[in-house]
Each structure stands twice: as structure tokens, then as C-alpha cells.
């Protein structure tokens, strides 16, 4: 982000990713309401998989705890999010469900604006209900919608933080314990890069990852939020907290653990000799 010289109020986002209502861990929503009560965010990221199988009721019960948290709320859909078990609903009209439950929350096609407008936030849906290989899981760049959402990401001030949102990280996770193969992710990397992006915003991996994007030409990360399901990977249950402070970007990491919150600071983008990343920290899946 170029350096203005104005001085911008600080924004505090938290990201969430990887929900699974239908096989949610109640414990990680409780703690994650106190949080949220407690920091008062600007906004909270959700980055898509907020249900297991795209049943309406697991909808029903997303959208009720998203209005009880009580702050505004943008989203992306994820692969989950699709009626799984309904194919020909999955072929015809995969995303129905998740824009009927999700109208003002899903941010694809839009742009949101955070703090003084300093902070803009598009998004881009990643994820196909039906796709001709054989793991529909794996995400999908539309070249043409990913271009529509950095146009409206550049429309804002010239020293604006530019986050883009999208269920399925663009390239692979150092350490992640799936294997991730976006179709299109290499190309959207450099238009990401071209398009000055500061941060792609994910999850899919359900376990918690910041890593700087390498073979671009300027500073671009891309972050992961853990799940806060039942269905874990390599960590307890987590989310992140993206806060802005002027010309400065830092990630916190939250372990939802039985004892309470651990919180570890994984990106701050004023370690330049470090590439941004906190030593020890990257990813939070390895720790």
C-alpha cells in the first residue's frame, strides 16, 4: 500500500472460514461469540464452506448465528455450500440456496468498504457445483469475474488495503494437509499482483495459514482461516484477526482451546526482512 501521508482510523477484522453448520463444533461458536462481543470488530470475513451439505436447515442456522453476532457480516461460498446430496440441484442451480440465506451477506459481484474507506473488500466464488473432474471439491478462477472484482478494487483511494475474497487458496499451502489445485490459480496470483491486492482471504485448508506470494511483483499474501467445525485437520479449532493500522497489516491467529483463547501473531507486514511472517509462526497448522 503506497503511503499517503493521511492518517486513516484503524480496522479490526475477524475471518472465519470452514463453519460447517450441520457438523459445527458449539463450543468454537460460544467462544466465538465472546470474542466478537468483546473486540468489537469492524467487520467479520466469512470465507466460505458455512455448511456441510447445503441443506436449507444448516443454512437456516448459519444465518441466525451470523444476525446474532450483531456486526456486518460479508461472505464468499464455498465447495460445502452446494446441495451435495441434490444433484440436479447441484448441476442447475448450485448457489440458490447459499444467495436466498445469505442475501446482504455474500459479497460476490460487490464491494465493501471498512474504517474510512481505507480498507476495501471484494470477493469471488470459487467454487462449482459440478465440474468435469473427478473432485468437484477443488476451485475454479472465472478469469472474467476475478478482473470484475479487482476493477472494483481499484476504483478506491490510491493508498487503500485491497483484500480479496475467495473460498479456495490459489495455490498451494506450505505444510497444508490436502492438496490444492485451483484451476486458473497461477494467472489469478499475477492479476492479483498486477491489480495491487494486498491479501487474498481463505480458508478450504481448515487449519490456519499466511504465506507471502512468491514469483509476483510486489508484496501480496495469502491468508487461511481454521475451521470451527468438528471436522479438524492438524489444529483445534481456530479463526484469524486481521487488524489495519495505517500503512501496517498483521494477522492473529486464535486456537479455540478447552482452556480458552490462544492468540498468536502470524503475519505482521512491518517485518520486511521476514517477508512479513513471524518466526516460528507459519504456518499455524505446523505448531
Known amino acids: 500500500m503506497p503511503d499517503s501521508g493521511l492518517t486513516h482510523k484503524p480496522v479490526r477484522l475477524v475471518h472465519l472460514s ?7 463444533d458449539v463450543e468454537a461458536l460460544a467462544a466465538v461469540e465472546e470474542f466478537v462481543s468483546h473486540v468489537k470488530p469492524d467487520g467479520i470475513i466469512i470465507a466460505g464452506d458455512i455448511t456441510q451439505t447445503g441443506k436449507r436447515s444448516q443454512f437456516e442456522a448459519a444465518r441466525a448465528w451470523f444476525d446474532k453476532l450483531a456486526y456486518p457480516v460479508i461472505s464468499a461460498p464455498g465447495n460445502h455450500d452446494t446441495p451435495v446430496f441434490h444433484i440436479p440441484a447441484r448441476v442447475v442451480a448450485p448457489f440458490d440456496r447459499y444467495e436466498r440465506y445469505m442475501e446482504g451477506m455474500d459479497i460476490v459481484g460487490q464491494i465493501r468498504n471498512f474504517g474510512d474507506g481505507h480498507v476495501r473488500v471484494s470477493a469471488i466464488n470459487t467454487a462449482r457445483g459440478f465440474q468435469g473432474r473427478m473432485n468437484w471439491a477443488d476451485g475454479v478462477i472465472d478469469l472474467g469475474d476475478l478482473d470484475d472484482a479487482l476493477d472494483r478494487l481499484s476504483k478506491g483511494p490510491e493508498d487503500a488495503w485491497r483484500l480479496l475474497i475467495c473460498h479456495h487458496p490459489l495455490n498451494q499451502p506450505e505444510l497444508a494437509k490436502i492438496t490444492v489445485e485451483t484451476k486458473r490459480g497461477d494467472e489469478a496470483l499475477k492479476r492479483c499482483a498486477e491489480a495491487k491486492v494486498d491479501a487474498i482471504i481463505t480458508g478450504h485448508i481448515h487449519d490456519a495459514f499466511t504465506f507471502p506470494v512468491s514469483g509476483v511483483r510486489r508484496p501480496m499474501v ?9 471436522r479438524l485437520r492438524s489444529t483445534r479449532p481456530s479463526f484469524c484477526v486481521i487488524q489495519f493500522e495505517g500503512q501496517r497489516m498483521m494477522q492473529d491467529v486464535v486456537i479455540i482451546d478447552r482452556n480458552g483463547l490462544e492468540m498468536r501473531r502470524n503475519y505482521d507486514s512491518d517485518l520486511n526482512s521476514e517477508g512479513g511472517m513471524v518466526k516460528g509462526t507459519q504456518p499455524a497448522a505446523a505448531r
Request: glycine share 18%; proline share 0%; no cysteine.
Open 222 to 230: 495469502q491468508m487461511g482461516s481454521g475451521t470451527l467445525s468438528t
Open 18 to 24: 470452514d463453519i460447517h453448520f450441520g457438523a459445527e
